[in-house]
């Protein structure tokens, strides 16, 4: 299959044969594509009931939004109110960069068939979409109001882990809020060349079958269920609607990007593309986040200040930002427990009782985690949090002969002797990058 093409309609539904099969499709799909697509798509299109205390539950309606490797996408409408597991679906199939504009906002669409149809299909087009953007982000704004402290867990996830799959339990109305973060988060995570799949179930019984499986082409990024399996494994990370973030780096600033986009959605999107107007990469548009949320905080208006040791840097919207340089450091005496650190001109509350450890990072998030060191005028808190992660990191490459010098560079950042750091770092660079090899 290859990613050209428009995009078409395809119906499953019961079929002579026994099981769920295509039953129609419109005349810009050969058959013999819709029968590829029913391959891809047959583990994905049946509903099945969640079994819970009040006994077997299943939405009306869910939607699936999926990408391949080959550069098409599904988007899979499947009804309920029939007999478990033979129930009807439509599917819209296409290019992914046809689809992927539209696919959180089309649960709405008037198209849907659930078995009835005109004859015959008539293609869709993705002007008759464009209306449905609007309300339907309106509603998402609403629902993040109402629940931004799941929107900030939820935010927070994909700020500590881009490549993790989420499975959400006790999420009311999940596509809401995954459009809701969406909007929060994609200025930083997709680019021109290498945009983010923000691809979806918004219900399924498990986690745990085979084709959820970070693994498998085709498994959305977030799925939803209404309730956690009892037994089997899974390869997803999960996030409970009632899981509390640790208190760390990740939930500061996807607290300070939530807070922003709040105050006003419009402009939340201008507002980063103006930040990250010279970070082309995602890692590096990820540090220059995690660098100025919370502790510079761009201001709602046709300008935007960010804070800097009480004094302020104004900026025009549609330029990128430049940083105003920073005070002389001075020595400060180390807080005591109980009281409050000062940095800069904030204030941060010290928690009582032990900090909550963020999620250990992983041997092969070393060269993103190098990248992200590499960014100038780092935040303190930021540069020790990635210096931990980076240590976990490399110590679970335990194996590797040049584990020593990657210490030597943690002992330097850790002193932030410039001289040595850049000397040790141009040398363990080398290392990682003859070791990837």
Not at 391 to 404: F, L, N, Q
Not at 406 to 422: H, K, P
Request: proline residues 10%.
């Amino acid at each position: 299959m290859t990613h050209a093409g428009p995009v078409g309609h395809i119906l499953f539904g019961m079929i002579p044969r026994g099981g769920i099969g295509v039953v129609d499709h419109s005349p810009e799909i050969p058959a013999v594509r819709a029968e590829e697509w029913d391959g891809r798509l047959n583990k994905h299109n049946r509903l099945t009931p969640t079994f819970g205390q009040n006994g077997p539950q299943l939405p009306d309606r869910a939607f699936s939004y999926l990408e391949f490797r080959d550069g098409t996408a599904a988007l899979l409408a499947r009804f309920g109110g029939v007999t478990s597991g033979r129930n009807n679906s439509h599917a819209l199939v296409g290019p992914a960069a046809t689809l992927r504009p539209h696919a959180l906002f089309l649960s709405e669409w008037d198209g849907w068939l659930d078995g009835a149809r005109p004859m015959p299909l008539r293609p869709p087009h993705a002007e008759e979409w464009r209306h449905l953007k609007a309300p339907w982000l309106n509603r998402a704004e609403a629902a993040a109001h109402a629940d931004p402290a799941r929107l900030t867990a939820l935010v927070r996830s994909m700020l500590s882990r881009q490549d993790v799959y989420l499975t959400l339990s006790g999420f009311p109305e999940p596509l809401l809020l995954l459009t809701a973060a969406h909007e929060v988060l994609d200025p930083a995570l997709s680019t021109v060349h290498d945009p983010f799949d923000w691809t979806y179930s918004t219900y399924e019984d498990s986690d745990t079958r085979p084709e959820a499986s970070p693994q498998v082409e085709g498994a959305p990024r977030f799925l939803c269920v209404d309730e956690l399996p009892t037994s089997g494994e899974t390869g997803r990370e999960r996030l409970g609607g009632s899981d509390a973030p640790p208190h760390d780096s990740y939930t500061d600033t996807a607290s300070a990007l939530v807070e922003h986009y709040l105050k006003d959605p419009r402009r939340h999107r201008q507002a980063l593309d103006t930040l990250l107007a010279r970070a082309h990469d995602r890692s590096r548009r990820l540090a220059v986040i995690m660098q100025h949320f919370p502790e510079r905080r761009p201001t709602l208006g046709g300008r935007k200040s960010f804070a800097d040791g009480g004094r302020h840097a104004t900026v025009p919207v549609g330029s990128p930002v430049e940083l105003p340089p920073k005070p002389s450091p001075k020595p400060s005496p180390k807080p005591r427990s109980g009281e409050e650190a000062v940095v800069g001109e904030r204030q941060l509350p010290q928690p009582s009782g032990p900090r909550p450890m963020a999620e250990p990072a992983r041997p092969e998030r070393v060269p993103a985690l190098l990248a992200q060191l590499g960014e100038a005028d780092l935040r303190d808190d930021v540069r020790r949090e990635l210096v931990t992660r980076l240590a976990e990191a490399w110590h679970a490459r335990g194996e590797h002969s040049d584990r020593a010098r990657l210490d030597d560079v943690i002992i330097g950042l850790r002193r932030q002797n410039a001289v040595l750091f850049a000397i040790l770092l141009l040398s363990t660079i080398a290392v990682v990058a003859a070791f990837l090899r």
